[in-house]
C-alpha cells in the first residue's frame, strides 16, 4: 500500500521519528506502518548538533537510502526549506526520490532554518513558498511522492496568518499540510475545522515542544490523519545512553547495567544476524549456469 493509499483510511497514521537503519528496523519490528526520518534527530545523531540548519541535502539523502536499505516502509523525510531555493527545492526532490522516500516535508522557513519549536524564526514570503511546492510537484517522477507543506507561521504572525498561509499551499498543490507548533488544543481542533476534509493533516508531538502532547486517538478524532513524534527516540536514547557511560564511568564494568542493556546475542537476535549469515551461505562456491 502506498502512502496516498493509507491516507485515505480513517484511522490515524503514526510515523515515529528514526535517524538510521537501526532505529527503523526497530520501529518496524514494533509494528508501525511509517516512519519519519527527522531532520533534527539525523543533527542530534551524525553531527551532535542543534537543529538549527546544519544539515546538509546530501547528509539527508544518504541516510534516506541506508533507511531504505533496511526497510520497505514508507518513509517521510524533512526536507527542510528544500534547502534553498525553488530550483534546490526541485534538486531536494529529485534526490530524496531516487533515495527511496515516500513524501518530502517542506517548510516556510528562511534558509537556514531552525526547529519549529525554538524561538525567533523567520519566514519567506508566501508567494516563493507556493513557488517551491509548485517546483517540487514538477520535479518529482511519481504522484505516490507525496508533498507536504507546514509553515511555521504560528509563531511568528499568529494562528490567522498561519491558516492563510496554509490555504494558499492547499491551491498550490500540497498533498498534505502541517501547520507547526500550534499552541494549544484549540488551536488544534481549529486548524482541524477549518481544514476538515480538504486534505490531510499532519500533528507533530515534540516532548517538551509550543504543542500540548495529545494521544493519537484525541489527534484522530479531532481529524487528523498524520501525527509524528520525530525527536522522541533521540531524546530517549540520549538520556540511556548518558546513564550508561556515567554508570560505566563511576563502576569500570557494564554489570551495573545489564538489566537495560542488550547482551551481543540478543542484539544479534534483534538485527537478524543469523538469519543474514544462513541467506549468505545460498551465493557460496555456486558454479555458473
Known amino acids: 500500500m502506498t502512502l496516498r493509499e493509507r491516507l485515505q483510511l480513517q484511522s490515524i497514521l503514526v510515523a515515529p521519528g528514526v535517524y538510521d537503519g537501526l532505529t527503523a528496523n526497530l520501529a518496524e519490528q514494533a509494528g508501525f506502518e511509517a516512519l519519519y526520518l527527522s531532520g533534527a534527530a539525523v ?4 553531527l551532535g548538533r542543534p537543529d538549527i540548519g546544519l544539515t546538509s541535502v546530501t547528509e539527508m539523502a544518504e541516510t534516506m537510502s541506508l533507511i531504505r536499505d533496511r526497510v520497505d516502509l514508507p518513509v517521510i523525510i524533512d526536507a527542510d526549506t528544500g534547502f534553498g531555493n525553488a530550483l534546490n527545492a526541485q534538486r531536494t526532490m529529485r534526490l530524496y526520490e531516487r533515495a527511496g522516500a515516500s513524501a518530502l516535508q517542506v517548510e516556510d522557513q528562511t534558509f537556514p532554518k531552525r526547529c519549529g519549536h525554538l524561538a525567533d524564526k523567520s519566514l519567506i514570503p508566501a508567494g516563493e513558498m507556493v513557488g517551491k511546492i509548485a517546483a517540487m510537484a514538477d520535479a518529482r517522477q511519481s504522484d505516490d511522492t507525496l508533498i507536504i507543506a507546514r509553515t511555521d507561521a504560528v509563531a511568528t504572525e499568529g494562528f490567522d496568518a498561519a491558516v492563510e498561509r496554509a490555504d494558499l499551499y492547499v491551491e498550490a498543490g500540497a ?5 507547526e507548533a500550534l499552541r494549544s488544543g484549540d488551536e488544534l481542533q481549529r486548524a482541524a475545522s477549518h481544514f476538515g476534509d480538504r486534505i490531510p493533516l499532519l500533528a507533530n508531538m515534540v516532548e517538551g515542544g509550543a504543542t500540548p502532547l495529545q494521544s493519537t486517538s484525541d489527534l484522530e478524532a479531532l481529524g487528523y490523519s498524520i501525527v509524528i513524534f520525530p525527536g522522541g527516540i533521540v531524546r530517549a536514547l540520549a538520556k540511556t545512553a548518558s546513564d550508561y557511560y556515567e554508570s560505566l564511568h563511576a563502576n569500570g564494568t557494564n554489570r551495573p547495567f545489564a538489566d537495560r542493556m542488550y547482551d ?15 541467506h549468505g551461505l545460498r551465493y557460496e562456491n555456486r558454479e555458473a549456469d
Open 264 to 278: 551481543f546475542n540478543g542484539l544479534n537476535d534483534r538485527i537478524g544476524t543469523a538469519e543474514m549469515l544462513e
Open 175 to 179: 498533498d498534505v499540510l502541517f501547520i
Open 43 to 46: 543533527a542530534y545523531t551524525r
